[in-house]
């Protein structure tokens, strides 16, 4: 709710209600942060730099994903 009071200034100063115009705007102005290749990216660093999980395994294949990635985001 605090979001949409941000993104929508006359919200805050009218009252606690919820138009549908809010919503609307709030919906519109949205900008999807990520691609799935760059989450994927950020996920898989995420697993090789701190996973317990992933320690005693063939870290190889994910190295080599990690690593495929990585080239195709510098190519962007």
């Known amino acids: 709710m605090s979001a949409l009071r ?6 805050s100063m009218r009252d606690d209600s919820v138009q ?4 609307e705007e709030a ?4 900008i999807d942060p990520l691609d799935p ?7 898989l ?3 090789l730099a701190c996973s317990d999980r992933y320690r ?3 870290r190889a294949p994910l190295v080599e994903q990690f690593a495929g990635l ?3 985001a510098g190519r962007r």
């Open 56 to 58: 005693d395994a063939d």
């Open 27 to 30: 919906l519109n102005s949205f």
């Open 20 to 23: 549908l115009g809010d919503l």
């Open 45 to 47: 660093a995420a697993v």
């Open 37 to 43: 290749e760059l989450l994927a990216l950020q996920e």
């Open 70 to 72: 990585k080239l195709h």
């Open 6 to 11: 941000e993104r929508t200034g006359h919200f």
